[in-house]
């Protein structure tokens, strides 16, 4: 059974940190690539970050480009979303996915979801 377990959500000032982590069970990480998508009330699902299986490419929305990262250590079949000076904006429930196809997790169509950890940013 293929289960992605997000952590590390809470609640934080504007211009803080937090580190989420999914955690990956059931597959091997290293032959799937793996995003992080938001969804904030009343707005659509919106990708936030992805990692590339082939070459540990990354992409991320122009809204967090340059305050977010993502990175994965296969060993631990984890991957990770560091975000640093959250804004008020950032506040969503944030899931990862993970797909074999790069395409398929890219147009919100992955295979495999968390549940999702809420973040929250205010003062």
């Known amino acids: 059974q293929v289960r992605l377990v997000e952590s590390g959500g809470g609640l934080v000032q504007p211009g803080g940190s937090l580190r989420l982590s999914c955690a990956v069970s059931?597959?091997?990480?290293?032959?799937?690539?793996i995003a992080w998508f938001r969804e904030a009330p009343g707005k659509e699902r919106e990708g936030v970050s992805c990692?590339?299986?082939?070459?540990?490419?990354?992409l991320y929305a122009d809204s967090v480009k340059g305050r977010f990262t993502i990175s994965r250590d296969n060993a631990k079949n984890t991957v990770y979303l560091q975000m640093n000076s959250l804004k008020p904006e950032d506040t969503a429930v944030y899931y990862c996915a993970a797909d074999a196809v790069y395409g398929k997790l890219l147009a919100a169509r992955g295979d495999y979801w968390g549940q999702g950890t809420q973040v929250t940013v205010s003062s």
């Open positions: 059931g597959i091997t990480l290293v032959h799937y690539s």
């Open positions: 990692i590339r299986k082939a070459d540990g490419a990354t």
